[in-house]
């Protein structure tokens, strides 16, 4: 009578597969069980743990699905990887504070706060920060803005992914990223003084101003707009005085027209 023994001898585990090493007689076999999370994007976060040059990004964005949209891309692409996603300005601060990524991706309205503060906050706290924007505002209005504030570049959400990663590769090797258009037109306001005159007074209002400005813009009560920034009516109704002296409006409905008014010819 012969018996036929196999005996295992070794297991090998991957990430990708669960292997039985098998003697039988002479011979040898390998019995490979796949398990689902052997697909290319699994292999692409293996080799990113492999490599020691990932830069971590955290991500600053109030809404869930873009959030996940953006981690899901950092995570299939190589030279990136995603560290944490916050919807606050509270809680980007605090994640800074304990956990410092390389890279913070910030949009321009968070829930409590406004994206340029916050800009202005980690500038202050982390200068060797890279914080690249990553807003639906119009670039050609807040990117100056921005980068003023401390920003080292400036992306419309209304951009592809291959201009995102683009942009992230250019703001992590030192530059400063804005898209071409942009700076076209930044180097034209160095040579030319002309702009439209409008453009010129709402330059002149600070970074709040300018907030509570389009706020106005888009319906919302000087209430809404306390409540929204977390500042008491008194505050928001100072704002709204300063803007009048600024744009030479007689009173409030003149105010609310000419805020509507610019937002139309914003967008």
């Known amino acids: 009578m012969t018996f036929r023994v196999i005996i295992p001898v070794a297991i090998e585990v991957t990430r ?7 003697v039988s007689g002479p011979s040898k076999r390998v019995a490979t069980r796949p398990k689902a999370d052997t697909e290319q994007g699994e292999t692409m976060k293996a080799l990113k743990r492999r490599a020691g040059d990932q830069r971590r990004v955290l991500i600053v964005d109030d809404h869930p699905m873009i959030c996940q949209g953006l981690h899901d891309l950092l995570e299939n692409e190589s030279g990136f990887t995603p ?5 606050t300005y509270g809680d980007a601060l605090a994640f800074l504070s304990t956990d410092l990524p390389d890279v913070m991706m910030v949009d321009l309205s968070l829930e409590d706060g406004s994206g340029l503060d916050l ?3 980690a500038r202050s706290l982390y200068p060797a920060l890279i914080i690249l924007v990553y807003s639906m505002h119009d670039e050609t209005l807040y990117a100056p803005r921005a980068l003023k504030a401390g920003a080292n570049g ?14 992230l590769q250019h703001v992590s090797a030192g530059k400063l990223h804005v898209s071409e258009d942009m700076t076209e037109k ?12 409008d453009a010129v007074v709402v330059d002149q209002l600070t970074d709040r101003e300018l907030q509570v400005f389009e706020m106005l813009g888009h319906g919302q009560t000087t209430r809404e707009i306390a409540d929204k920034l977390n500042i008491s009516m008194k505050t928001a109704d100072r704002h709204c ?3 009048k002296l600024k744009l030479q409006l007689a009173n409030r409905t003149q105010l609310l027209h000419h805020a509507v008014h610019w937002l139309l010819q914003q967008s």
């Open 16 to 22: 990708g597969s669960i292997g039985l090493l098998c």
């Open 83 to 87: 560290c944490g996603q916050v919807m």
């Open 119 to 121: 800009i202005k906050q």
């Open 154 to 167: 400036y992306v419309e959400k209304q951009s592809d992914a291959k201009h995102l990663i683009e942009a």
């Open 186 to 197: 930044l180097l034209q306001q160095k040579l030319d003084t002309g702009a439209p005159a």
């Open 241 to 243: 005085e300063n803007i």
